[in-house]
């Protein structure tokens, strides 16, 4: 494998350990941020002038506006034969605008959906790549530089916006499991039999079916606070679950558990249920405090 | 039609408003309540005494340990010959039970799904009926004085058991029409362009699909209060629901949207969500606040 | 009520009949469509013209390209001053962009939600309408002549797009309703003691939480084949549950029991189950016929 | 650790493997099953009779009726102070039951989960325990024998009933964990530009959020046929999803997506929705077949 050379743009947590993990493998890496203190070079123009052609960016930054407005500026400095790779977490549908955009110069684009949050410098970071191949095939060594050792954490999934939505799918797999977790638990502190429900969680760990990283974190939460006593029951969630639907609407495919779970994350957000004051009032309606009919 | 005798146990504000609508009706009812200032009688033994025989006696009384000792000391009290009707909300896994019980001694059961509420004085109530015909046909006359005008309202719905059943399975349906339009509503509450969501509801209860009574209660309830600021999101359920997604659980019948109805009023009365507590305990996991894994 | 005069393209079953029932108001209707043998015109062009300014022209096509292609054709025809309703069930997202592009020349937008279906000639449309209070207005004359008789069936829901959205989330809660009755339906038709659940339907007709007009339709279907072996379980959605449950995801709102709803149609159109297939997989892969894991 | 005397009643494909995972640990099973080829005894009261006081005997035999008659029978041979631990799928309100009735003979009683399956007899069974102190104890030999080795894989939950309510719970969270990952690989199986489905699949085995022993099993039946063509979209359930949802109910828990996981397994098996029928005969009134209501 030969050392390349990477232009990296957006070196904030994620990015700035991909940086590290990268210059690990021997490769060189000029980063760009917009906070100066962590970046390589002052511009976008400078990093692309600093690499040689053909030239490989990577994309770090927040989806939506942040990433468009790189890409375009990207369109506007790079030259026909370079590559741009989306490490960020877009939305599929933006990836085939994106090549389009970079294709009429001559840019080839890849996107990655990228896992492995803070654990990813020390074990890796698991890729799922979307794009043609010989794109593909230049970005190989840095793909190589991130993912585990071994032979999984990595794919080349398909075409343009494949690696994406296979990221998406990843997270709404994610919700459902840790729904599915979660629903398991709440049924279980709700036993008054059952007097140990963190070790039962623990005691699952090995020799049961449902054995998993996500509930080994379960353990570390439960052992950090047995009934989760100092947290409230208000979950976020980033878009992806909500472009999992999406997609699975689009493509008339059913998915409750997942499309259920995303939906338990929407309820836990609202100080009050709004649909549930119109069940109490219909509720009151048959409670004898009403007319008889609207229409009378 | 001939006028009939018929005992009533249960004068609350349903069993009252039945006494009523069946004494309008030409027929005789002495009824029996733990309450001496609307008993008829003192006791359930000076009800039977009353009674000629063959007798026919209505029970009125909350479903479970009510029922069943009203049910065991009639029992005791009627003669081969008589006949009992358990127009009580019970569970319909218990007509089977009361049938038998009844039916050692010759007694007769039928069950009977009753609905109709304060309006149903005036407008009579819904009765869905079940039990051997035999014993329906001996309370015909009742059935016809209790239920509304019109070729609507009555059912023989099948054997001992499918009356509460069916009343059952029309509580569970209605638990998902009232999510329907609660889910409608907060929906259109939400988006700024509409401006009167109040009225889009009322003009909905003409020409379109979804008119319904419901929505005519929908209407008042708005009328009432515009935004629904008076009311918490809070909404008890009364066993029906949960029995009817049990039966489904029983038969392998899927119920997608009444049980997401019946969950929903679970969720809508938790202070905070457990479940949801380990949602985010999980989030905060993957942030990196934790170790590596619970196994380490 | 002055008589208008009212352009209407777009003459197919809705189209038509609505034309009748306007005409059968009093006003005058110049009706064009693709179809010469229903078409009072030759080309929109021919409409325009015949048209005195200020000119109406109500679109009631299908959604999407053909009603993207109507409004790009009247942007290129009307004046200053001329107002268009999009009748259609287009996405109510659309509704902000065709108001823009006509505004930019004058014309006004209004978007209105249409129910009615074959009953609308003679009932009357239920009409939920969006936009500005001049261009709706200007449309009062047209609306009271589709819509029922009475005080419902009419609202100006809000700004433009919430007469569309409006209608969708009438679809929307109609799944749901829909969906309600079928989960009930099923449920009794799988239990051998009720043995009329056809009767049982219709027994709800009166004095129920459940009577609507949804219900009356089941009772009718069940007259025509008791237990529906004539049809397949088999049902088409029409693009309106969709976007409601898009609309949901977009704005964070849980819709549970209408998403249940629009998911058991998805289902319901799989000749076999992927996702099926991916659990029988792994339940055969516990049976033993695995090797201990994929890792090894 | 002292060695321990074991009988053992049920001896198929678990108990087999269970009665040699515990000898080779240096501990003497006595094992009877209905099957002279594989029994060591002739009867359960010979087994009874081998045992020196105070015995332990472990019931491994199908849940319900089986059971029942393996307790009943037990409850006659054995003595004050022997023990008896019920290892199959029970209810978990069997087991209070089956408490009570030993208990009155001075028999005490254990509840065991025990998961595992074809791999357990190598790499030991998890189990989760219920019952009084006392009595676990005394099993802690067995416990040890059958488990995994290191600190996971056992649990003494609580009391009697709390490890079969655990194991309930587990395969209530298997049967989310599986529906998940089924409902991302039919949407991936969906996108023409997603080429390589089960290597998205295999790549997530290191790096994600959702690595688990499932997903290894996924990969695994992924490989042995790519896109399931030879299996049909088919799940049986087992029971314990059942019971899990309607604990929650019992309790007030809403649990959508491990509901949804079950509904999704009850309409795989269905030849035909009948509420989808409903449905369609719904869709078909609209249509304009049907006369204006059932009620004219």
Known sequence: MTDMQLGLIGLGKMGGNMRERIRRAGHTVIGYDRNPDVSDVASLAELVDKLEAPRTVWVMVPAGAATQSVIDE???????????????????????????????????????????????????????VGGEKEHVDRLQPIFDALKPEGPYGYVHAGKVGAGHFSKMVHNGIE????????????????????????????????????????????????????????????????????????????NAVPLPAITASLFARFASRQEDSPQMKMVAALRNQFGGHAVESAKE
């Open 74 to 128: 990207l369109g506007g400095l790079l030259e026909s034969g370079d590559t741009v790779v989306d490490g960020g977490n877009s939305r599929w549908t933006d990836d085939e605008k994106h090549a389009a955009e970079l294709g009429e110069r001559g840019v080839g684009f890849v996107d990655a959906g990228v896992s492995g949050g803070v654990w990813g410098l020390k074990n890796g970071y698991a890729l799922m």
């Open 175 to 250: 919700y459902a499991m840790m729904q599915a977790y979660a629903e398991g638990w709440e049924l279980l502190e709700k036993i008054d039999s059952v007097e140990n429900v963190r070790e039962v969680f623990r005691s699952w760990q090995e020799g049961t079916v449902i054995r998993s990283w996500l509930l080994d974190l379960a353990v570390n939460a439960l052992d950090d606070d047995e009934h989760l006593d100092r947290l409230r029951g208000y979950a976020e969630d980033s878009g992806e679950g909500r472009w999992t639907v999406e997609a699975a609407i689009d």
